[in-house]
Every structure is written in structure tokens, then in C-alpha cells.
């Protein structure tokens, strides 16, 4: 009877490990939307602002231009209906490392998806001994509003009041709220998202009404503010 019991836990054991190997992986931190197009579950977070921000100081120097260049602008102040609010640690804060980050420029975040792509090869190839083929990079305005159009209860008045408007005088967690049906958190509200168009973001922000925030609609922006950040999407040709 005892043999048996090891004989079937063993089986388990072997079956679950197959099982995970026919699990095609993906790109970190993403969601597969459709044949090779992934994107990110969140927004860009401060925490991995600040890891591409160490990375860079450490291959540069702390005082380099190129260091300096990738910092956000933390003077950027949150607008509420009370006024303006200053919140000195936004950035710097344990308390709101899973946060969206705001603060920084069309190029910056441009320099970040790079990063990010090297970052994940260099890591595959040193744990897998295998390159691998795929690209982090803004999203076009069309791949944006795919996100949107084709999820039917996205602007249901009963889920649209929980991600536009939210309480607060500043974004809320990169998990705040619900998903949408493709799995992506914050896709409109908390803060506006950059597209590869230098200027133009989509889905609002905290601070922007349920029609600002509708497919077709574009929120302006000429400079780093406190209600605009980003998210990455992913080119991504898994190994056969």
C-alpha cells in the first residue's frame, strides 16, 4: 500500500512538471492579447522606474548625463478638487513603489522600453543559454483602443464609476480596481498612458470624466505632469 501511495505521488509530481513545461512562457509583467502581441498587466510602476534608474547609475555613474537624464521630475504637483498637492516622496516612498510613475517625458519612457528589452534578453540568455526575440515599446493609438473596444463592459456604469474619478488627491496603486476581460489593470483612469506619438495619451486619468476617457478620444500633453505615465506592450515570437 505504501508503494503504491509513492508510486501515485510521484505520477502527480511528474504530470504537474509536464504540464508547466507545455505552458508557453511570455514576456514578463505581461497578458497575451493576440498572436504575438502581449501588454503589460499595469502601468509602469515607481519600483521599476527606480530599477531602471539604478541600472543605469551603475553603468554610467550616480552623476553622469546619462543618469541624470532618466530621472523623473518629482517637483510635478497632484491636482485635486481641493487644489494643488505636493507630495515630496511620491517617488521616493516605500509606501507607494507600486504606483504608477509620473513625472517623466515622451523620450524617457522611450529609453525605458529599451532597457527593458535588453534587460530580459541578457537575462534569458544567461539562465536559458538561448536568445530570445521580442520588443518592449509604446503602444500605437490603434493597438490602445483595440484594448478598449473589444471589452463590451468596460464602460458599464456600474464598472466605469470604480476607474474614473477615483478618490484621492493623488494615481492610486497600479492595482487598483478591477481588470478589464483581457486582464489589464487601470487601462483607463488613474493616470493617462503615453502612446508612440509624442504628445497625445490615451484613457484619462484620475482627474478626467467617463467621455474623456472613450475610444477615439486624445488627452494632450506638451510636458512631465503628475496625471500622465505609461505602459509598455511587447512584440514577442516565443521559441517553436
Known sequence: MKKITILFLL???FFSFQNINRKKPKPPGTVKIYDNFYVDETEVSNFSWK??????????????????????????????????????????????RDYPVVGITHEQ??????WRTERVKQFKALTDNKKINL?????????????????????QDSVIINVVKKVGLSPQSTYSGYPNLFKLYNLIGNVAEMI??????KGGSYLNTKEECLAGKQILYAEPTYWLGFRCVCDYIPEK
Open 11 to 13: 505520477s502527480i509530481l
Open 51 to 96: 530599477e531602471f534608474e539604478l541600472s543605469v547609475s551603475k553603468k554610467y555613474g550616480r552623476f553622469s548625463k546619462e543618469h541624470l537624464a532618466v530621472i523623473p521630475d518629482t517637483n510635478v504637483r497632484f491636482k485635486s478638487k481641493n487644489g494643488n498637492y505636493y507630495n515630496r516622496n511620491y517617488y521616493s516612498a516605500i509606501g507607494f
Open 135 to 155: 520588443t518592449y515599446r509604446l503602444p500605437t493609438e490603434k493597438e490602445w483602443e483595440f484594448l478598449i473596444t473589444n471589452d463590451k463592459n468596460l464602460f
Open 196 to 201: 508612440d506619438v509624442k504628445g497625445i495619451s
Open 109 to 114: 519612457a522611450i529609453k525605458f522600453c529599451e
